[in-house]
């Protein structure tokens, strides 16, 4: 029958949303105690530093830049393949990337005339090696990618390892965890809305079905008593 279809499918979307749960609640104790330990180290790193240093707001660089940008894309024809997409309610897709910052500029390649080609092509060959060798030096470091610099470095070159800890449990909870997160609010949001959905199909099918019942019981009375009726005009 139609309701146990949908009884079945709404069973089937609710184990599916506690295990989503399940997750969820995982994670989240997780990003807990992410943040408690990233706020103690912090404090560990304050107490042994020198006197008048505090690693904090006070320290701030603002020309340093982020090592990681979060990227949320959200497409409704679909999204990359090597994406994590998330339903979301209205239908589209979402997918949360956390990519590495590259403040490079693309290699531009120096462009010639034609006149200066030929005039290059005419010199003389035993001029061209040395030219060769002093250009090999500008190229390749025209071809190294500078590095970004690593945040820590507002604050100094040694710093206590207990700041980089939290650098670390940082990048963890920033490029891990809470992406995750994100991507399963979206799925229990949606797996919801499917849920009310299904409900709502099953008491209009299950509606239907005690209509069409009591239709049929009608019918059926009907039409048991009409050869009574009959029976008793031919006794009279």
């Known amino acids: 029958m139609a309701t146990q279809k949908l009884s079945s499918d709404i069973d089937r979307m609710l184990e599916q949303y506690l295990q989503l749960l399940d997750t969820y609640t995982s994670l989240r104790s997780q990003l807990s105690v992410l943040q408690s330990s990233i706020h103690q180290n912090i404090a560990r790193a304050n107490f042994s530093a020198d006197r008048g240093i505090r690693y904090g707001e006070q320290l701030y660089d603002a020309r340093m830049q982020a090592l990681r940008i979060c990227r ?3 497409d409704t024809a679909g999204v990359p393949e090597d994406a994590e997409p998330a ?3 209205g239908g589209e897709r979402m997918s949360i990337t956390i990519l590495p910052r590259s403040d490079s500029s693309p290699d ?20 061209s090696p040395s030219k060769e060798k002093q250009a090999s030096p500008t190229s390749e470091t025209e071809s190294e990618k500078p590095r970004p610099r690593d945040p ?3 604050f100094g070159i040694l710093v206590p390892q207990a700041l ?3 650098q670390t449990e940082a990048v963890k909870m920033v490029g891990d965890v809470v992406p995750k997160l994100v991507q399963l609010d979206l799925q229990m949001r949606e797996l919801e809305i499917e849920i009310r959905r299904g409900r709502k199909r099953k008491a209009k099918a299950e509606a239907l079905e005690v209509r069409m019942r009591d239709e049929g019981s009608v ?3 009907a039409a048991g008593e009409e050869p009574g009726g009959m029976v008793e005009g031919l006794k009279v």
């Open 87 to 89: 339903p979301t309610a």
């Open 164 to 166: 980089r800890t939290a």
């Open 108 to 127: 531009s390649s120096p462009t010639t005339s034609p006149t200066q080609t030929t005039n290059e092509n005419t010199t003389d060959t035993q001029k």
């Open 72 to 74: 949320i894309a959200v």
């Open 219 to 221: 019918r059926g009375g």
């Open 152 to 154: 820590l470095r507002m």
